[in-house]
């Protein structure tokens, strides 16, 4: 069965279901990856490096024109599928917002089958060799799982692909499981996610008791009073922020990043935490509805906690893929600042301030999906070619591979929020969106509004200060300077395959940061189902000038700004040389210490030491000094050696002191277990005695 629904009246057509039907290609491309792949051995790679990835290439590109003819057409299409549980089949639906996260992860899906062919040939040469049938079966159950929970319209078919993304995602972080810290990553992650799937499953409780029923068909024409949609949704943010990434459920996301494959990093960051805000844009905006402005504070006071913390943690960091995890956190914040933005302005009757809040986080989720998976590329890339993730072992590396350096630098500048890239359109969006609380002063009553706000926004232009700090470290350290390490000395570029996974997301980068106007008018019916309402001011100008407002409050003309950036440069470029004079080499003035070395050289510790001063109550922070004398020939020479350790105080003082009550618990109770027969024969007939009585009291 199969229905067809949209902004105006659709025949029943072949065509008009041909988006459904490229969506289950999509699926089914991605199952039989998983299925080739159960024939890659040592001698016969190929299965994996060029079958597999073959068919994630297939099944990236249906989904990106499945999910794109959905949204640009504005359809809703359903569908019922003979499986699951006998009194309850699949239950089906592709409409604009599922087909908007259905192409984040296509693109996603589509660069990483480029990137993984090359990529996955470094497991091969190990010692031992990684096998590689589970990574090729567990990426397709990984990925299949994300694409068919989107299409889900039942909790149950919800839960059940909820769960195996989880469990492919377990099993891909634990894969090169001869080291501890992916096991110790590997089943934290899976930790929480259990724990977060049961309060989402409480949720959907929730709304079923009072629907009736388990199709969210049946849930949104739920009638809740407010206590106990607040309730429901309560437990949908924590559970789906559990995914997301929020701060302080945070704590398993910079352990399982920077330990899982780089291209499943760049999944897991890209696309797998997004499945959280979809979750939470959902069941908040489509399945409770009547947003209450409470829930927007509890967001955006969540979101702000999480930039900035985000950055701050990232700051700190020395390998360079946890960086990229913490920074995930922080860009989740900046997206949920939106989404609470949005909230407030809707419960507060102001829809088109609501609606642009809303296409802020939107807009941000797509953005982060494309430069953090580009970064994350860019990371293994590096991580291939010199098997070094840390930043202080690095150096020199825009030398030895320029290609993957500029893609690098595309990343940093997107994420920095600096035009003409994408990020900065967001930002700009999300931050522009805060600004218009003054305006409607008089109509806010609630004191805490009037103080959160401006305060959020204050927070989200420090954290893009902060992180574009964070990446002049990042990228500085790692691509400038002179190398460190023997690894890096003789690394060279990769393969055409991987620069073209990162130059398509580089690519994309510069195009959604320079068309803005197209991605909103895009954007409008996803905003159209969930609001009723779009930002027709937005594009009024035209495609040359974004108008979130009106022209007189803020306009921004990305295409300008390109235009501006590239004379200005040609413009240096010829001054330069017609004033340039013949260059006189020499060496460099090294202070009569001899020859210029790379200990010379910053280190990513030294760069961020002043922010650390300046937020020392943000972490916990250990620096132990090692002390050294040894015999030298003038006599006793000294060593020092300095080591720094920033700790996150959501796990040491949240996390921790659970699990040492919980294991102090299962001690007590471990007493019980006496291994004599005679004491459970006890047991049992103490508590058949109680049984009895109970049983005597009640009749």
């Known amino acids: 069965m199969c229905d067809v629904g949209g902004g105006a009246d659709v025949h029943m057509n072949v065509a008009t279901q041909l988006p459904l039907w490229l969506a289950y290609t999509a699926v089914g491309a991605a199952l039989l990856s998983g299925i080739v792949s159960l024939g890659a051995t040592r001698r016969h790679p190929g299965f994996l490096h060029i079958g597999s990835f073959a068919l994630l290439a297939a099944s990236g590109a249906a989904g990106i024109v499945a999910g794109g003819w959905a949204l640009l057409a504005n359809l809703t299409l359903t569908d019922q599928l003979p499986l699951g549980l006998p009194w309850l089949h699949w239950h089906l639906r592709l409409?604009?917002?599922?087909?908007?996260?259905?192409?984040?992860?296509?693109?996603?899906?589509?660069?990483i089958s480029f990137y993984g062919r090359h990529y996955t040939r470094e497991y091969t040469r190990g010692d031992p060799a990684q096998p590689l049938p589970p990574l090729g079966?567990?990426?397709?159950?990984?990925?299949?799982?994300?694409?068919?929970?989107?299409?889900?319209?039942?909790?149950?078919?919800?839960?059940?692909?909820?769960?195996?993304?989880?469990?492919?995602?377990?099993?891909?972080?634990?894969?090169?499981?001869?080291?501890?810290?992916?096991?110790?990553?590997?089943?934290?992650?899976?930790?929480?996610?259990?724990a977060g799937a049961g309060v989402?499953?409480?949720?959907?409780?929730?709304?079923?008791?009072?629907?009736?029923?388990?199709?969210?068909?049946?849930?949104?024409?739920?009638?809740?009073?407010?206590?106990?949609?607040?309730?429901?949704?309560?437990?949908?943010?924590?559970?789906?922020?559990?995914?997301?990434?929020?701060?302080?459920?945070?704590?398993?996301?910079?352990?399982?990043?920077?330990?899982?494959?780089?291209?499943?990093?760049?999944?897991?960051?890209?696309?797998?935490?997004?499945?959280?805000?979809?979750?939470?844009?959902?069941?908040?905006?489509?399945?409770?509805?009547?947003?209450?402005?409470?829930?927007?504070?509890?967001?955006?006071?969540?979101?702000?906690?999480?930039?900035?913390?985000?950055?701050?943690?990232?700051?700190?960091?020395?390998?360079?893929?946890?960086?990229?995890?913490?920074?995930?956190i922080e860009n989740i914040g900046i997206i949920l600042m939106g989404l609470g933005l949005s909230m407030i302005f809707l419960g507060t009757g102001h829809p088109v301030l609501g609606t642009l809040g809303l296409v802020a986080a939107l807009y941000h989720t797509l953005n982060h999906a494309i430069f953090k998976g580009l970064l994350f590329l860019g990371a293994g890339a590096v991580l291939y070619r010199t098997h070094e993730r840390d930043l202080d072992h690095m150096g020199g590396l825009i030398h030895r591979m320029p290609w993957t350096a500029g893609f690098f630098l595309v990343g940093c500048v997107a994420i920095s929020a600096l035009p003409p890239f994408n990020g900065f359109v967001s930002e700009w969006l999300t931050l522009q969106t805060a600004l218009q609380a003054p305006v409607l002063h008089g109509t806010i009553e609630s004191a805490v509004l009037r103080s959160a706000i401006p305060v959020s926004a204050a927070i989200l232009a420090l954290a893009a200060a902060l992180a574009a700090a964070c990446f002049v470290k990042a990228y500085g350290v790692a691509f400038l300077g002179r190398p460190r390490s023997r690894h890096v000395t003789h690394a060279h570029e990769v393969s055409t395959g991987m620069l073209a996974a990162m130059g398509l997301l580089a690519g994309l980068c510069l195009l959604l940061g320079v068309l803005p106007t197209t991605v909103i008018e895009a954007l409008g019916p996803v905003?159209?189902?969930?609001?009723?309402?779009?930002?027709?001011?937005?594009?009024?100008?035209?495609?040359?000038?974004?108008?979130?407002?009106?022209?007189?409050?803020?306009?921004?003309?990305?295409?300008?700004?390109?235009?501006?950036?590239?004379?200005?440069?040609?413009?240096?470029?010829?001054?330069?040389?017609?004033?340039?004079?013949?260059?006189?080499?020499?060496?460099?003035?090294?202070?009569?210490?001899?020859?210029?070395?790379?200990?010379?050289?910053?280190?990513?510790?030294?760069?961020?030491?002043?922010?650390?001063?300046?937020?020392?109550?943000?972490?916990?922070?250990?620096?132990?000094?090692?002390?050294?004398?040894?015999?030298?020939?003038?006599?006793?020479?000294?060593?020092?050696?300095?080591?720094?350790?920033?700790?996150?105080?959501?796990?040491?003082?949240?996390?921790?002191?659970?699990?040492?009550?919980?294991?102090?618990?299962?001690?007590r109770i471990g007493y019980i277990q006496t291994g004599s027969i005679h004491t459970y024969l006890l047991y049992s007939f103490v508590t058949l005695l109680v049984l009895l009585v109970v049983q005597w009291l009640i009749g």
Request: hydrophobic share 55%; charged share 10%.
């Open 200 to 328: 989402i499953l409480i949720s959907f409780g929730v709304l079923a008791a009072f629907s009736g029923g388990f199709t969210f068909d049946q849930m949104r024409a739920a009638e809740l009073s407010p206590l106990w949609a607040t309730l429901a949704f309560a437990l949908a943010f924590i559970g789906f922020g559990v995914k997301a990434g929020i701060v302080p459920l945070h704590v398993w996301l910079p352990e399982a990043h920077p330990v899982a494959p780089s291209h499943i990093s760049a999944l897991m960051s890209g696309a797998m935490i997004k499945m959280g805000i979809y979750g939470i844009v959902r069941l908040t905006y489509d399945l409770i509805g009547h947003i209450q402005w409470e829930w927007g504070v509890v967001v955006l006071l969540a979101g702000s906690a999480s930039t900035l913390l985000g950055v701050l943690y990232a700051l700190m960091q020395h390998d360079l893929k946890r960086l990229l995890a913490y920074h995930s």
């Open 95 to 111: 409409d604009p917002l599922s087909g908007f996260f259905f192409v984040l992860l296509s693109l996603l899906v589509l660069a």
């Open 137 to 194: 079966v567990f990426t397709a159950v990984f990925i299949l799982g994300m694409q068919l929970m989107l299409l889900a319209n039942d909790a149950f078919m919800f839960m059940v692909f909820w769960e195996m993304m989880s469990v492919g995602a377990y099993m891909l972080v634990a894969y090169q499981h001869q080291h501890a810290a992916n096991r110790q990553a590997a089943f934290l992650y899976l930790m929480l996610s259990h």
């Open 527 to 667: 905003t159209q189902l969930l609001v009723g309402q779009t930002l027709p001011s937005a594009t009024a100008q035209g495609w040359l000038w974004l108008t979130p407002v009106a022209p007189e409050v803020a306009s921004y003309s990305a295409p300008l700004v390109l235009v501006a950036i590239m004379i200005t440069f040609v413009i240096g470029r010829l001054l330069l040389r017609r004033k340039a004079k013949p260059a006189r080499r020499a060496a460099p003035w090294d202070c009569g210490f001899g020859p210029l070395s790379a200990r010379m050289q910053y280190t990513s510790s030294a760069f961020s030491q002043p922010i650390r001063r300046v937020f020392a109550p943000t972490w916990k922070i250990e620096e132990p000094i090692e002390v050294r004398r040894e015999a030298g020939v003038l006599g006793r020479a000294l060593s020092l050696r300095h080591q720094l350790h920033v700790h996150d105080w959501s796990w040491l003082k949240g996390y921790l002191p659970i699990g040492r009550l919980v294991l102090g618990a299962a001690r």
